[in-house]
């Protein structure tokens, strides 16, 4: 189970940090994502970080504003938002990894994350 909180209203510029909690497998086994679907859209990848903390990925458009975190011993996963703009307005949603490994596969392919979160609307006012 994944539970994702800290969204809310923003202006530009602002900041804003997501947690995710996790429950129910070993949390520092699988790798967690970010990823946000706007109105109209389809879902996308955000971020991503590996399952011992030490790999991230991020999307091009949040690459140096937005920051992808862990804490294992706490089973839960950050997103720290800067810098926001009002492109960033989406529901944000935390996802898990289905399996410890995939060989070949990118940490942001959508399709390997079988757990996810009910989400967390984030608005960004200009």
């Known amino acids: 189970q994944l539970q994702a909180s800290g969204g809310g209203l923003v202006q530009a510029g602002g900041s804003l940090r997501l947690s995710c909690a996790a429950s129910?497998?070993?949390?520092?086994?699988?790798?967690m994502g970010w990823f946000r679907q706007a109105p109209g859209k389809e879902r996308e990848f955000v971020a991503a970080?590996?399952?011992?903390?030490?790999?991230?990925n991020y999307a091009d458009s949040v690459k140096g504003r937005f920051t992808i975190s862990r804490d294992n011993a706490k089973n839960t996963v950050f997103l720290q938002m800067n810098s926001l703009e009002p492109e960033d307005t989406a529901v944000y949603y935390c996802?898990?990894?289905?399996?410890?490994?995939?060989?070949?596969?990118?940490?942001?392919?959508?399709?390997?994350?079988?757990?996810w979160g009910q989400g967390t609307q984030v608005t960004v006012s200009s």
């Open positions: 129910g497998r070993t949390f520092s086994n699988y790798a």
């Open positions: 996802a898990q990894r289905g399996n410890r490994f995939y060989s070949g596969t990118p940490i942001s392919a959508k399709y390997t994350y079988v757990y």
């Open positions: 970080i590996g399952a011992a903390g030490a790999n991230t």
